[in-house]
């Protein structure tokens, strides 16, 4: 079975400033997705991020991007130049072998303040 | 990516009642899953619904009471039957495409 581990539970941060989100994962499967979602109040899951575990160059997107240590299974999570709208909840989720279901972390409640 | 319509976006039931969630998506989706996300906590699967065959659900989820539906590949409904206080959680609904979730806009429910 999969497993999403996530150890910070709340993180904060100064706007512009730089964060970073830990996430581990644990798995058998050889083929698989990691993900970082983001919930704001609004309660819509949005796609942040996203990393195929074959490709050993790490994600990026603008201000977001990913250190994906396969060999130490482990995918954080760095927000550059933090902006208020970046506060929301963060999940790291995973998804491996030929079901697709997602396995979610407990999330990571971030506030970036004024 | 295929927008997923998700209704109602909250509601309040008595204990003992039924609630009927509804997700719709704009094209047509092989796959589709429901969520729960209990106050404070993460996303759990409930099932995933597949078009012309039974729902598949997790452990700790049964099809009397979550029953599902997937008439057509745009179309899943959740029932969250005889709800007691436990029950009040988000809902979600969400779709495959290319190995990417795409999510509904989660319903919101409170049982008194």
């Known amino acids: 079975a999969q497993t999403v581990t996530q150890s910070q539970p709340e993180m904060s941060v100064q706007e512009a400033e730089t964060v970073t989100l830990s996430c581990t994962y644990d798995t058998s499967e050889s083929n698989y997705y990691l993900f970082w979602y983001k919930q704001p109040p609004s309660r819509q899951m949005i796609l942040v991020i996203r990393q195929e575990a074959y490709k050993q160059q790490n994600a990026t997107e603008n201000r977001f991007s990913v250190n994906f240590q396969k060999a130490a299974k482990s995918f954080s999570l760095k927000i550059s130049d933090s902006q208020l709208g970046d506060t929301a909840m963060y999940f790291c989720?995973?998804?491996?072998?030929?079901?697709?279901?997602?396995?979610f972390g407990k999330g990571t409640l971030l506030t970036v303040n004024p | 990516s295929a927008v997923i319509s998700q209704k109602p976006s909250r509601d309040i039931c008595q204990r003992g009642t039924s609630l009927t969630i509804q997700c719709q998506v704009d094209s047509q989706v092989t796959m589709m899953f429901w969520y729960r996300q209990q106050p404070g906590q993460s996303l759990t699967l409930i099932a995933t619904a597949n078009q012309g065959s039974e729902a598949t659900y997790e452990s700790g989820f049964v099809i009397d009471k979550f029953p599902i539906s997937r008439p057509n590949l745009t179309f899943s409904t959740l029932t969250v039957s005889n709800m007691s206080p436990e029950d009040s959680s988000i809902y979600l609904c969400?779709?495959?495409?290319?190995?990417?979730?795409?999510f509904g806009q989660g319903t919101r429910l409170t049982v008194v």
């Open positions: 969400s779709h495959l495409m290319n190995t990417e979730a795409f």
């Open positions: 989720a995973f998804t491996g072998g030929s079901n697709y279901k997602l396995t």
